[in-house]
């Protein structure tokens, strides 16, 4: 197929691709699939390998917050049976954390639901990164707590941070649509914050909510502009209790095209499948790591994932490997940052009306897979262990 090789050929040299081109890989039809991962596999394994980097989530403060995300279960007047609970203590956080890193992660994410920290949060953070960094050398530390005020960053950075989450989510036309208590601008200035204190910057999307292959390709060229190192790809996962309970508009297939969408506009930065993987590829998953090169392990903010145990297996089994903590996980060119040829309170982890027609059946085939949709009850903020 001409357009995949021309796409390789692109990814290899960190060429962006042109919107159709994009917009033709989400238009591929079904029976084409199988070529689609292949091809976008190969500019994977160009820049990462086989390696699978694993990240661990911890959920520092759930629930209660006072934004409107309507894709969120924490959101303001969410009805949706989440635990809530207030800050953990930093040796609480560091324990917690310390399951996801005996289970192989290399990266610990650190998220706090909330409209964006006080002073005084950054402080009760900054100790929680410190505390896990004491006890585990080498650990990688991204926080995720919202919309930052000048400073803010650069006082993650001292305390050890190497990361900073704030996703864009959806398309700049589209964001009203989804959240009015702060805006698209609002977001990107947060990720530029957090670029400009020398942090890397992590980026991503939530596919699913109703957007179209326009708005899709629209925040993917976004996000390479912004030029984060990391571009989570998460899934709607439709929690009962909030505004989007009834977007079930995902199948494996559509996940697998969007994937590997992301992966041809940023060819070398690290794509993570996040939320809502398990819900939404299903069976499927083990294509998906041919797209992307990171996971998150286990249990995500407010919803259980697959068992740790159940990730490792699944990387061995379809011949990839786990990244080490002596690994560098970004290409060697990548040492200042960017996505591109020139050289993103989003949580870390979590379709247009004629998708029918122009996807080849986006919508779920069996209808929505709420059984899938579990609560998370364990780890942190719980007595149980996590399933890390």
Not at 10 to 34: C, H, I, N, S
Not at 100 to 114: D, E, I, Q, T, W
Not at 199 to 225: T, W
Not at 322 to 339: F, I, Y
Request: hydrophobic content about 40%.
């Amino acid at each position: 197929m001409d357009l995949l090789n021309t796409l390789v050929d692109k990814g290899l040299r960190r060429e962006t691709p042109t919107r159709g081109e994009a917009l033709a890989v989400l238009a591929t039809p079904d029976d084409d699939l199988l070529e689609v991962v292949a091809a976008a596999g190969k500019v994977r394994r160009h820049w990462f390998g086989r390696r699978v980097k694993l990240n661990y989530l911890v959920n520092l403060k759930s629930g209660l917050c006072p934004e409107d995300c309507s894709y969120c279960s924490q959101r303001l007047g969410s009805k949706a049976d989440i635990l809530k609970y207030t800050w953990l203590k930093p040796d609480e956080a560091s324990q917690a954390a310390a399951a996801g890193l005996a289970g192989g992660a290399k990266r610990v994410c650190l998220v706090a639901s909330g409209r964006g920290p006080t002073d005084r949060d950054v402080d009760r953070v900054s100790d929680t990164i410190k505390a896990i960094k004491e006890q585990n050398e080498g650990v990688e530390v991204c926080a995720c707590l919202g919309l930052l005020s000048d400073g803010q960053a650069e006082r993650l950075r001292e305390a050890g941070a190497d990361a900073y989450n704030h996703n864009l989510n959806t398309s700049e036309s589209t964001y009203a649509d989804i959240t009015s208590t702060h805006t698209y601008a609002d977001r990107v200035d947060t990720v530029q914050k957090a670029h400009a204190a020398g942090l890397s910057a992590c980026s991503g999307l939530i596919a699913g909510m109703g957007e179209s292959d326009e708005d899709l390709v629209d925040v993917v060229f976004s996000l390479r502009e912004l030029d984060p190192d990391s571009v989570p790809v998460n899934f709607l996962i439709p929690f009962e209790g909030t505004p989007l309970a009834k977007e079930w508009n995902l199948t494996p297939q559509r996940c697998l095209r969007i994937l590997a969408m992301v992966r041809f506009v940023c060819p070398d930065v690290e794509v993570r499948i996040a939320g809502g993987r398990e819900v939404h590829l299903r069976s499927m998953q083990p294509l998906a790591l041919h797209l992307a090169n990171s996971i998150f392990l286990g249990d995500y903010l407010t919803s259980e994932g697959q068992a740790g145990r159940a990730d490792l297996e699944m990387i061995a089994d379809a011949g990839f490997e786990v990244e080490g903590a002596d690994q560098v996980t970004l290409p060697e060119h990548r040492a200042g940052g960017g996505c591109g040829s020139h050289g993103g309170g989003g949580a870390c982890g979590s379709v247009a009306a004629d998708a029918d027609a122009v996807d080849g059946g986006a919508r779920q085939a069996d209808g929505p897979r709420t059984d899938l949709v579990a609560v998370r009850r364990r780890g942190a903020g719980t007595d149980l262990a996590p399933n890390a």
